[in-house]
């Protein structure tokens, strides 16, 4: 057969030649071309030579580049800019949620701990301070006749031993007040949960979040670290304050920072005709709740938190002293020229320390004082958010929505929003807050 080759096909052809000696036939493979020629055949064009593959590469190659290179630079437009920006924002605000999130578990797991700290420091205490009392009293007790008991240096020293350890645990529990750090951890859950479903809402609401409202979701939840700190030493709140301010755990407020209604629904119930304005009416109206809740509610918690404070400092001295004085009398048992005495203040010392222990930690003297120190701050929000409204530098559009904000403080006092037009008449100069019956808030 013989081969032929157009481009990448093969063609064989077959050679026979004649028979020859010894009557054989021989095959032989030769050009096609040349086969068909020499018959006066087919005569075939002349083929090109094949393409190179490299050149053709480059060639590809090159043209691509140009077509690049002569590419015209694409932008992004701003509505992509803008939609980029905003949410980031978006992102930055559930963020900021899942902070307050992490802080509300933080501050109810140390609460609870905080909580098992009081109730078992108060049982451990007083079992301590009656067992020693107990053993002071049988120091003395004669058995058969004898003048004392056989065991009476044991007892004694037992006895002295365990009212100078109870001194120590009364003193360090009576400084750091368990019961009032629960009630801190407490507020501080509630608080950081309510700013959890607040930055919810407003991701809810407003479709674009602002720049300022990241900015006032940090400042809330650093002001409520500040309020509410969790280290126990150092950095805890002074547990006896000369003088209680009400708590404060908001930053301060800036009315054109803040929105109480959607963009797409300020035309509906936003500060305008339609609806209802802020008007002499209603101005009168919040001037005398402000005047009501500063000198009545506000006033009202400030004072009996000042009065708890001087009875929690009281028996937060006197258990460790007479737990201290009996472990004096507890030392002097068995001493001739005192007599009875030492075991007299033994027994009594240990008795009453355990009663006050209990009066004072049994009662939770130090939760009432915390919760008296945040009702006064939740009346002082209410008034500040009332005066930052009534400014007269503040642009009537710039105010909050009134019939909100009346339903906001409505509810908040338990109240009917129809109540609140009832002080309008203690906004008179002439007229005190405290000639108000009752108090502006019916919660607590």
């Given at each position: 057969m013989a081969?032929?080759?157009?481009?990448?096909?093969?063609?064989?052809?077959?050679?026979?030649?004649?028979?020859q000696n010894g009557g054989m036939y021989k095959a032989s493979l030769q050009n096609p071309v040349n086969y068909l020629q020499n018959r006066g055949g087919l005569s075939l064009p002349k083929l090109q030579n094949m393409i190179n593959m490299e050149e053709l590469r480059m060639r590809k190659t090159s043209s691509s580049s140009s077509t690049i290179t002569n590419k015209p630079p694409q932008t992004m437009p701003a509505t992509a800019i803008d939609d980029k920006g905003a949410d980031l924002l978006v992102v930055k605000l559930h963020m900021i949620a899942e902070v307050?999130?992490?802080?509300?578990?933080?501050?109810?797991?140390?609460?609870?701990?905080?909580?098992?700290?009081?109730?078992?420091?108060?049982?451990?205490?007083?079992?301590?301070?009656?067992?020693?009392?107990?053993?002071?009293?049988?120091?003395?007790?004669?058995?058969?006749?004898?003048?004392?008991?056989?065991?009476?240096?044991?007892?004694?020293?037992?006895?002295a031993v365990l009212y100078t350890a109870v001194?120590?645990?009364?003193?360090?529990?009576?400084?750091?007040?368990?019961?009032?750090?629960?009630?801190?951890?407490?507020?501080?859950?509630?608080?950081?949960?309510?700013?959890?479903?607040?930055?919810?809402?407003?991701?809810?609401?407003?479709?674009?979040?602002?720049?300022?409202?990241?900015?006032?979701?940090?400042?809330?939840?650093?002001?409520?670290?500040?309020?509410?700190?969790?280290p126990l030493l150092p950095g805890m709140l002074e547990k006896f304050p000369k003088k209680l301010e009400p708590t404060v755990w908001w930053p301060k407020l800036q009315l054109p920072k803040r929105r109480v209604v959607p963009r797409n629904m300020t035309n509906s119930i936003g500060n305008n005709?339609?609806?209802?304005?802020?008007?002499?009416?209603?101005?009168?109206?919040?001037?005398?709740?402000?005047?009501?809740?500063?000198?009545?509610d506000e006033d009202q918690y400030v004072w009996f938190g000042n009065l708890?404070?001087?009875?929690n400092k009281c028996l937060a001295i006197s258990g460790p002293s007479l737990a201290g004085l009996a472990a004096v009398g507890a030392g002097l048992i068995?001493?001739?020229?005192?007599?009875q005495w030492p075991v007299l203040l033994a027994v009594m010392g240990g008795v009453l320390a355990t009663a006050i222990n209990t009066l004072e930690h049994g009662f939770q003297i130090g939760m009432l004082l915390e919760m008296f120190r945040n009702c006064a701050g939740f009346y002082k929000k209410l008034r500040e958010e009332i005066?930052?409204?009534?400014?007269?530098?503040?642009?009537?559009?710039?105010?909050?929505?009134?019939?909100?904000?009346?339903?906001?403080?409505?509810?908040?006092?338990?109240?009917?929003?129809?109540?609140?037009?009832?002080?309008?008449?203690?906004?008179?100069?002439?007229?005190?807050?405290?000639?108000?019956?009752?108090?502006a808030g019916k919660l607590f």
């Open positions: 081969t032929l080759q157009t481009q990448n096909i093969l063609i064989l052809a077959p050679k026979i030649a004649p028979k307050a999130a992490d802080r509300a578990e933080m501050h109810a797991i140390i609460g609870e701990q905080r909580n098992n700290w009081n109730s078992l420091l108060l049982n451990s205490i007083n079992s301590i301070t009656l067992t020693a009392s107990i053993m002071a009293g049988l120091s003395t007790i004669s058995i058969g006749g004898d003048q004392g008991s056989p065991h009476f240096l044991a007892f004694k020293l037992s006895s001194t120590g645990m009364m003193f360090l529990v009576n400084k750091i007040q368990p019961s009032q750090l629960a009630e801190e951890q407490r507020n501080a859950t509630r608080l950081f949960k309510q700013l959890e479903r607040s930055l919810r809402t407003t991701l809810e609401l407003y479709s674009t979040p602002t720049e300022m409202d990241v900015e006032e979701a940090i400042e809330k939840v650093l002001a409520l670290d500040k309020a509410y700190p969790l005709e339609k609806s209802i304005r802020w008007n002499e009416e209603v101005e009168e109206g919040m001037r005398g709740l402000l005047k009501v809740l500063k000198e009545k708890f404070v001087k009875i068995g001493t001739p020229a005192l007599g005066e930052l409204n009534l400014e007269e530098s503040i642009e009537m559009e710039k105010r909050e929505n009134v019939e909100l904000f009346e339903m906001q403080m409505a509810l908040q006092l338990g109240r009917r929003v129809s109540e609140l037009k009832d002080f309008a008449s203690y906004a008179s100069p002439s007229v005190k807050g405290d000639e108000f019956q009752g108090f």
